[in-house]
């Protein structure tokens, strides 16, 4: 990859998007590149907007805190646009040109208005239904954050599968330190899988099954992402 | 005093009571932290609050005490996981950070080498004790995690808490990544308890920005340690009654309002301060230089500490895409102030801009004082509240400053 | 500190202050039966007292430091002031360090010395007056007792601020017209030893320092008691004769008609039954032991 790849997470307290970005980042970190991830610096409660941020390149990178122009942005639940769950508003703001958003949904949810103006800035929009993906694969939702970062990766390939498994031995293989909330939620997983084996293998057959589903709405894309 | 020291004399000063090539009963190896440095593992992927935990690991710590405080909560826990571990003598909660501060002085003051974290509000809690520790001549190490302090309570990172610091009479040194913060978490207790400066040191970073993101770290084999402490190199008496003297005064001049009095608060008020100059030897012998420059023959500078460094390595990047130079001076440490080096990188800059994460610009103003023809200083950009400070923002205060026609910036929300 | 440590070196001797000398010669540390019997006699640790003149307190403080069992190896904890003003003239090593803090520093410094000597029995103890101990250090007071700290707490209680010139404190009496209560002060004396017996302390007493003996007994058992079990606290009434219009001469009687029947410091003391047991055992042995000492 040649320039820096900006992902800015968007999505619910309990979601995994602090997860999610800390993987993509492991990822990137364990194919040799750079990379920087942190969490939206609040007071994260169930449910309540959650922001995420992964900053992956070839050079050293310094740039850290809040990301305000990213070139990808994900968004993990409906409600981050339905019910303005968001940090800004709207939730794109901010996106460069010819960007990339991933929304989890089964719906369209953007307006007229939204689509002219990512038309405009000529940012690809990609709906996927990662809940549904996660239920039928991971066998619970808790897994969506699986889904959208396979997803992610497909598009972008900014990763490779080889390299996000690696990484989600080491977030979930070995003894993880997280805040309260994160573990607790750990915790949840872990017990719903009761066997770790189970409960990594599952999530890296969601990311796989996202990643090849992308890949190819990716590959039928007129379009010129600058995310590739 | 103050005699030039010789910086590429390798080894610092510790004491004899225990010989390198011991080992601890964890079976760490005690190693002169010049030789520590040298032998770095595989990289590793850590958050700030586990850089923490693992630089606490090899700095053979007697006692830590515990507070909840955002963003710090995190690595005050870890470092209760090695106690648990056997890698710290104790470790306990403490009830508020006031009473935190004072279960370090009294370990301090009995000899142990102490290690807490505090963050925001809790630093201010605290603060009574931050110029007693100095007082005292306790060597305490406090990790604080830069969080914004005013109402409305925020729990964001923003530097407005080190102003406070500046003039307590500790050493203050400003990490910009995780990468120094381990560094400095080190080398500060190395440099804090030399006899001739025998003082606290808050090793500072920006919340969050450093605490809660991920960064490749370069850390020293867990199988060595720090020397440990010896209470009895102190420049005061370790109040555990193994060494004289005790006190035997006809009269206690120190609590009477006369003029002995007076003389000595004095001048031990100007002895803590020429102990925070004296700590610049040892601090170069160890992390090399003060402060870290890049192109500095350049005519627009910036000088910055802590994450606006990163920020702005990252603008001067953005602003040579566009044919425009700008050079670079980090701070390490603000106290002792880099006084002599600040004047000489800045010696033919024509513009010289201070980006900082608090509202009161107060590096700016240190700044200020310190160089001839200061008008040559822009305080800013300034972001409170712990706001990002987009690369793109600082790209522009500079083009600004050139004349250069910038667009607006759009910004989150518009 | 044994007493080999304090020992002068012969060329310096001349040159160091009588005090200093007397203490070499006639200190009683590593002595087991020190009491307040040696107060005049030996040397009880305290020089010339910085208080006032009949002030119950300085009396106080000589119980006190002749009745600490092991002087060589104690540290006291103090706090801002009247107190603060005596402890430089102490031998043994006092902390200073801020107000209302004493618990807290006293709490860090216990356990750095379990870590640093953990073979050897070092007593901590905190003497803090009444504003230190019940109003602006309460919180660390109690926190250390419910965290079953192994240290002594011992509170001067002289029932106002006297060192910043007789303020309303919160052992205050009710009803006493003093500077920050015009009114008279408006509620009850804060009941601290039933505070401390509530809060985890396993050996409490209050008393006033009119009977040398009874001090003595009550700072070793409250001493010997943190050694083994954890907390203790002994609150001692040692009036501030200036504030409340004494002469110099009167605190003694003062004190006697407090600790009389139906008076406020009437002698209490609480403790566990293992406690109780504790005690009694230690005092046969010492029993026998002096025995044994006397028939040699």
Known sequence: MKKRLNIRISGLGGQGAVTAAHLLAMAANKAGLYSISNPFFGAEKRMAPAESYCRIGPERIYDRGELVYPEVIMVFHPQVITLQKSYTAPFYSGIKKNGLIIINTSTDLLTEEDHQRLDDLNVAVYDIDATSLALEIGGTELSTNMAMIGACAGITRVVSLDELEKALQDRFGKKYVASGGTATLDEAIKKKYAKKEMLLKKNMDTIIKAYEIATEWAQNQKQEMAVQ | ?414 | MSKEKITICEDLADIMPPEYQELVATATYGKEDRGWRDVGSSKELIESHSLCAGCPESIAFRYVMASVPAPEDTVFVGSTGCTSLVFPHVAIQNIHSLFGNQNAIASGLHRALKVRFPDQQKDVVVLAGDGATVDIGLDMTLQSWFRQEKFTTICFDNELYANTGGQESGLMQRGFVSKMAPAGKLFDKVRLPEIARESGCHYVACLTVSKPNRVEKVIKNAIYVSRVFGPSFVQLYTPCILEIGKQSMEGLDEMKDAESIGGRFVFKEYMTDEVKNFLKQKDDEDKARKKAAKNK
């Open chain 2, 1 to 414: 005093m103050n005699k030039p020291v010789g910086v590429k004399e390798k080894g610092v000063k510790m004491s004899q009571h225990v010989k390198l090539g011991q080992k601890n009963k964890k079976g760490q190896v005690y190693t002169d932290i010049v030789d520590m440095f040298n032998m770095p593992e595989p990289p590793s992927f850590l958050t700030g609050s586990e850089v923490i935990r693992d630089a606490v690991k090899v700095a053979s710590i007697d006692l830590s005490v515990a507070y909840p405080i955002t963003p710090q909560s995190e690595a005050a826990a870890l470092i209760g996981e090695l106690y648990a571990e056997g890698y710290l003598g104790d470790y306990f909660r403490g009830e508020s950070e006031f009473a935190v501060m004072g279960q370090c002085a009294g370990a301090a003051f009995g000899g142990a080498r102490v290690f807490t974290t505090t963050a925001g509000p809790g630093t201010l809690r605290a603060f009574e004790n931050f110029p007693m520790w100095a007082g005292a001549r306790l060597p305490i190490q406090v990790c604080v995690t830069c969080r914004g302090i005013n109402s409305p309570l925020t729990i964001q990172p923003d530097t407005l808490e080190m102003y406070f610091l500046l003039e307590t009479g500790m050493l203050i040194w400003h990490a910009e990544t995780a990468q120094d913060l381990y560094d400095y978490i080190l080398a500060g207790f190395m440099v804090a308890e030399q006899p001739d400066v025998h003082l606290p040191i808050a090793t500072c970073c920006d919340g969050f920005f450093v605490t809660h993101t991920k960064d490749t770290v370069n850390k020293v084999p867990d199988e060595v340690c720090l020397p440990p402490y010896d209470p009895y190199r102190s420049p005061v008496p370790c109040m555990d009654m193994e060494n004289p003297p005790v006190r035997m005064m006809r009269d206690p001049f120190v609590m009477k309002s006369n003029y002995i009095s007076y003389s000595t608060h004095a001048s031990w008020q100007q002895e803590v301060r020429a102990a925070i100059e004296r700590s610049r030897k040892h601090t170069i012998r160890i992390l090399g230089s003060l402060v870290e420059t890049q192109n500095t023959d350049r005519e627009i500078l910036i000088v910055a500490s802590g994450t606006a460094v990163s920020q702005s390595r990252e603008a001067i990047r953005l602003l040579e895409e566009e044919g425009i130079k700008v050079g670079l001076v980090k701070l390490k440490t603000i106290r002792p102030f880099p006084h002599a080096e600040l004047r000489e990188a800045t010696a033919n800059a024509k513009a010289i801009f201070v980006p900082e994460f608090n509202l009161s610009g107060w590096l700016a103003r240190e700044v200020k004082a310190c160089i001839p023809n200061n008008e040559r200083v822009h305080a800013g950009p300034q972001v409170g509240g712990g706001m990002t400070m987009p690369l793109e923002v600082i790209a522009e205060e500079i083009k600004r400053y050139l004349g250069i026609p910038t667009e607006t910036l759009a910004s989150r929300g518009s």
